[in-house]
């Protein structure tokens, strides 16, 4: 079965309708066009003056098909060329003859060197059941309460044109797309499968690096000395860094130099080189971006002064962002590698755990053991982004640990020393629990903590940026799908201060309770607006490239997050005149904080473990029927494979597009109750502490809970990163700001700094002045100390940047077969007899065709 489509070469222009058709009339020399129902036209006039192009116009018409090939009774093949529908039936009629044969031996048969797209083709012969990207749409899709049967015919008559022009962009850009009507014949879910050939050329576009196999590189790559002893501060200095391996070398993948590249050796065969070359998370990160840039047609011109450039044309109706919107699609993802359970008692060694899908060991390794974690794998299977997140979450929680027991000290010293003085029958007396005189040197302390945590990640930071090869990410990335060039739009966003809501209730002691327990639930409210409304203000503004939309995203969020949580505490340390508990304000901020820290990681505790735990033991009957079920109906459809497939296995799950920088967001807010107004409560390091470790485990509960349970997360796209951004320049920003927010609670709030100048005056004028130059002489010292650190700890190890540098000049060597630049080599041959001639003249390099050096004497 076949559909004949025109398309035009050369410059025309096509007016494109909101629904994301064709309209009726296409301008070409006055001639007019019928309306289409796929996409007949896709070059339109790019944005130029008329003189400025060369008026190439070509009147040779291109046809090409649009076939649609019957699999299975519920299965369609669509092809966009007549070689590959010849060779779908080909690969067909011989896995046909040849029963039993492997999709490695048909793509051994049929090489993708010279088949392009017969790796794809080969997998939906043989019904691979791992695609690399899914679309869920309903067939019919029901009717809207207002809407008659006549309306909701035309909708979905619509909605199937849309999906008819977008499917065929996504053709065109090379990909397979294979059709599977569900059980019940209600919903569609599309297939989409990118061949080894197309992943390359995306590859080598995206600039994404990759290792180079050890046939490609010197023998010899020791150049640093790893022999050194390990003493006690060696060993410390492990607990806080990140191990890598610096003789790795990795270069911008080109798809002609593939043979140098790790996971194409010699010795392997293409099969073996086409199914597993890039990880699945590579994969889908290089189908999602062809997916979402579907709609961006380039065209080539010609200039007047001969100079031939790309055009780039979008299509804005046809964004799968707006299809999803519009009802057009139902679903996006990708989907997982497998389900996550093992039957217990069948792993008996790493080995045995080696040969279950990557999912499954992560469940083993991650969620079930309470081991270090597996980064290595956790990045192979989510990518560097989801990774990132949670290298920095265990740094910052070892981090932590220096912090909790700090913090334990100043109380323990408090209880032994309220225990001797005093009798514990007021505030007053409990207070010095945590307000004594080891409150400002842990203040002091605090403050070089922060810095050196900070500086520290930097360090680590710069070491995953190397081992992950994501050095120049941020350089290299590629603009958004959103993006156009145009000038920069600013928003500006007023913001509403909430500060405590103050109830006359006595006595005083339940009335701060009270206080801080309302403003809590004010918080977790106003938090879920504030989202929506940093959201919806990001969308208005025209961000280059996903990084800079993320960073204006994030830095929104914190803005309101930080009025939100902080506004209370503030006004108490800023604002607020008289606190009858006590003297000064010390207790109520202690309680304020204590509240909030704590009330807010225990609803989040709730929300993120307590709640799935239930969920699953509620569901657990409920889904084990629902699955036994849908299993029996495939059982029942006489397909040739009776499984559950993956897809629909991962079409229950929840979508995780935000979940990192929601993490982030959580674990950012509390570096800020810790460094801020850590002071007025010394065990919240503990606390963060205790937390960190549940939300480790509890966020690998979330997304790989086996889905027998609830519905979890559905798998993420595997998304690149280079640093935390905007995340990193909040810290540092917060962790300056506490310098001065803490200096003020140990002059103004503290009982014991209170104490302390009343030795010395009581005059409330020379009170003022004594704090104030406490404040101002404790934050100039903590900030020369902070800069102290900062400059003594640099950001990227030496060894690192050695490793660096040396990966680009072999990059070139191995790769790029240019030779090195006179600045970039030196020989450690200091006899240089050898560069001139008998004569004396100067024998110089002369550059050969295949980029070797030779020497010649032209003497």
Known sequence: ?????????????????????????????????????????????????????????????????????????????????????NLYNEINNWVEKNPGI??????????????????????VVHDYPFPDFIL?????????????????????????????????LLLRAGLVLEHEIDTEGNHTYVKIIAPFDRLCEQAQQTKIKIRLNDESLPKDLSIFDTSRSRTIFSKIKEFFSYKIDLKKESSVFKKDRLKKFKGAESQKNIAEISLNFFTTARRN?????????????????VLDNGRMIYVKRKIDSLAISKLLKAGVYDKFYPIHDGLAKIKSGSITSPEELEKYN??????????????????????????????????????????????????????????????????????????VIWDNALTAPYTFLMAVWATCFLESWKRANASIQYDWDVVDFEREELPRPEFYGTRIVIVTVGVLIIFPIHFN???????????????????????????????????????????????????????????????????????????????????????QLAIIFIGKQMIGQVQEV?????????????????????????????????????????????????????????????????????????????????????EIRSDAFKVYEPQEYIKTFQRPVGSQAQDLGMWENIMSIVSLISVVTNAIIIAFHSSWMHAQFDKYTKNSEELLVARLGFVLAFEHLVFIIKLIFAYMIPDIPRTVKVAIERERYLTRL??????????????????????????????????????????????
């Open 1 to 85: 079965m076949s559909e004949h489509r025109n398309f035009f070469k050369g410059q025309v222009e096509i007016p494109i309708s909101e629904d994301g058709d064709l309209s009726e009339k296409s301008n070409n020399h006055g001639k007019e066009k019928s309306r289409s129902t796929l996409l007949d036209t896709i070059l339109g006039r790019p944005n130029f003056s008329a003189t400025s192009l060369h008026n190439e116009l070509d009147e040779h018409i291109e046809k090409f098909d649009i076939f649609t090939e019957k699999v299975e009774e519920h299965r369609t093949l669509q092809l966009i060329d007549k070689e590959d529908q």
């Open 102 to 123: 492997t999709l490695e031996e048909t793509i051994l048969k049929y090489d993708p060197e010279k088949y392009p797209n017969s790796d794809a083709l080969a997998k």
């Open 136 to 168: 869920k749409y309903e067939n019919d899709k029901g009717k809207h309460l207002y809407d008659n049967e006549k309306d909701n015919k035309e909708k979905n008559a619509i909605r199937a044109k849309k999906r008819q022009n977008f499917e065929c």
């Open 285 to 301: 990160l290089l189908v999602h971006r062809m997916i979402i840039t579907a709609n961006q047609i380039n065209k080539k011109v």
């Open 358 to 431: 990557l999912r499954a060991q992560l469940n083993e390794l991650w969620v079930k053991s309470h081991r270090k974690q597996p980064i290595e794998k956790i990045r192979e299977y989510f990518g560097e982004k989801f990774a990132l997140y949670f290298v920095w979450l265990g740094f910052y929680t070892s981090w932590l640990s220096i912090a909790s027991l700090a913090g334990l000290i100043v109380v323990i010293y408090g209880v032994i020393d309220a225990a001797i003085e005093t009798s514990f029958t007021s505030i007053k007396d409990v207070s």
């Open 505 to 591: 209730i006595n006595p005083p002691k339940l009335r701060a309770v009270i206080t801080a327990s309302v403003n809590l639930a004010t918080i977790i409210i106003l938090n879920i607006v504030y989202r929506n409304v940093a959201k919806y203000l990001t969308h208005f503004e025209n961000h280059k490239t996903q990084t800079q939309f993320e960073d204006s995203l994030i830095l929104k969020a914190y803005l309101f997050d930080f009025i939100n949580f902080y506004s209370a505490l503030v006004y108490i340390l800023l604002f607020k005149q008289h606190c009858e508990v006590y003297v000064t304000c010390m207790n109520e901020l202690t309680i």
């Open 610 to 694: 307590l709640i799935p735990w239930l969920m699953s033991k509620w569901y657990k009957t409920k889904n084990i029927a629902e699955r036994d079920e849908l299993q029996k109906k495939y059982e029942e459809s006489n397909r040739k494979h009776t499984e559950v497939p993956q897809w629909v296995h991962d079409d229950n799950l929840t979508n995780t597009s935000e979940t990192v920088r929601t993490e982030y967001e959580e674990i950012v807010i509390q570096f800020g109750f810790i460094t801020l107004f850590g002071t007025a409560f010394p065990l919240a390091p503990l606390f963060a502490w205790i937390n960190n470790m549940t």
């Open 814 to 859: 191995t790769v790029d077969e240019d030779p090195p630049a006179l600045d970039e080599y030196w020989s450690e041959d200091k006899d240089d007899s050898s560069l001139f001639s008998v004569k004396g003249t100067l024998l110089l390099p002369s550059k050969t065709p295949t980029g070797g050096n030779i020497i010649k004497d032209n003497a």
